[in-house]
Nanobody
Framework: QVQLVESGGGLVQAGGSQRLSCAASGGTFRSYAMGWFRQTPGKERELVAGITSGGRTYYAESMKGRSTISRDNAKNTVYLQMNSLKPEDTAVYYC????????????????WGQGTQVTVSS
């Protein structure tokens, strides 16, 4: 399975931007669909954005128009650019991988990073 390491979280003011990165190793990165999930205490992980192995993207309604997911297969890295951040975007953000296609279900993803905290202050 592919190993994933997220980076780029931190504290940002409302209205600001944050770019998360997820570096993959140990697998054929270009064969994986990649997803960014987020989770807050007491809630299930929700898919924020995803990108298939072929580059097709998916965005949750809550992040549509405010975020961009992209991948660099040469660097084995997937990115999530988030703009116009709101306090309700505060969460731990996780990178996840599954073979070829995106799913909105966290249980469909077999590889996970350790998560990175994003805190949006009002």
């Amino acid at each position: 399975q592919v190993q994933l390491v997220e980076s780029g979280g931190g504290l940002v003011q409302a209205g600001g931007s944050q770019r998360l990165s997820c570096a993959a190793s140990g697998g054929t990165f270009r064969s994986y669909a990649m997803g960014w999930f987020r989770q807050t205490p007491g809630k299930e992980r929700e898919l924020v954005a995803g990108i298939t192995s072929g580059g097709r993207t998916y965005y949750a309604e809550s992040m549509k128009g405010r975020s961009t997911i992209s991948r660099d297969n040469a660097k084995n890295t997937v990115y999530l650019q988030m703009n116009s951040l709101k306090p309700e975007d505060t969460a731990v953000y996780y990178c996840a991988a599954r073979f070829l296609t995106i799913s909105t279900m966290a249980s469909d993803f077999g590889s996970w990073g350790q998560g990175t905290q994003v805190t949006v202050s009002s």
